[in-house]
């Protein structure tokens, strides 16, 4: 079994900067394969905002592009997901989905518990 450990949002006024991270951590040997960060707001689906897998260059919404950056650290295990320049509109819970392989089970996507970003006028 993979948990899954987000932190860093909190309420920024807008043309701000937060940085959301997702630690993962297991009994078993894992590998982190690829990382994407959804949110959702209110009333609204959930979405896609960036992903990075492998080698890849990373994917962002185009709400989003220039805005933020997702990167990864493998010594620590560690996703994080750098929000600049925020809007009102970037206001929702936040997930980290990373899709991680362990020793003895297949690659899956785990889904972090979310956390909250409010960006105020």
């Known amino acids: 079994q993979v948990q899954l450990s987000e932190s860093g949002g909190g309420l920024v006024q807008a043309g701000g900067s937060l940085r959301l991270s997702c630690t993962a951590s297991?009994?078993?040997?894992?590998?982190?394969?690829?990382v994407d960060w959804y949110r959702q707001a209110p009333g609204k689906q959930r979405e896609l905002v960036a992903a990075?897998?492998?080698?890849?260059?990373?994917r962002y919404a185009d709400s989003v592009k220039g805005r933020f950056t997702i990167s990864r650290n493998n010594a620590k295990d560690t996703v994080s997901l750098q929000m600049n320049s925020l809007r009102p509109e970037d206001t929702a819970v936040y997930y980290c989905?990373?899709?991680?392989?362990?020793?003895?089970?297949?690659?899956?996507?785990?889904w972090g518990q979310g956390t909250q970003v409010t960006v105020s006028p």
């Open positions: 990075l897998a492998g080698a890849s260059a990373a």
């Open positions: 297991s009994s078993s040997i894992f590998v982190i394969d690829s």
């Open positions: 989905a990373p899709m991680i392989r362990t020793a003895v089970l297949n690659a899956r996507t785990y």
